[in-house]
């Protein structure tokens, strides 16, 4: 049973813009988008609280990602605009379906529950 679904990864050209979706069929508390490349531990880079809509950024996406949520479809999104090579990456998003104050204080694997299969993004000109 899938509960979380990525989606809108591809091949992108440096300084261009993707979006991904993260289509969620449970009920949840915060989507936090990964991002991880060979040889390297998945590293957490944003967070959206679906309480109150508040968010987390790292500091490499910082300014350039921008992550959103539509209620209705119980979806979540990852605005990333001007793209670099070191963003190329398997992004993945997950769901946690407990809260914590606030929801996104922290962006760690061990605490989300529900994990996507991943869309790669390529960065490359």
């Known amino acids: 049973q899938v509960h979380v679904a990525e989606s809108g990864g591809g091949l992108v050209q440096p300084g261009g813009s993707l979006r991904l979706s993260c289509a969620a069929s449970?009920?949840?508390?915060?989507i936090g988008w990964f991002r991880q490349v060979p040889g390297k531990e998945r590293e957490g880079i944003s967070c959206?609280?679906?309480?109150?809509?508040?968010?987390y950024y790292a500091d490499s996406v910082k300014g350039r990602f921008t992550i959103s949520r539509d209620s209705a479809k119980n979806t979540v999104y990852l605005q990333m605009n001007n793209l670099k090579p070191e963003d190329t990456a398997i992004y993945y998003c997950?769901?946690?379906?407990?809260?914590?104050?606030?929801?996104?204080?922290?962006?760690?694997?061990?605490?989300?529950?529900?994990w996507g299969r991943g869309t790669q993004v390529s960065v490359s000109s």
């Open positions: 997950a769901a946690r379906d407990y809260a914590l104050f606030p929801d996104c204080a922290v962006v760690i694997t061990s605490i989300y529950d529900y």
């Open positions: 959206i609280s679906k309480s109150d809509g508040s968010t």
């Open positions: 449970v009920d949840y508390f915060a």
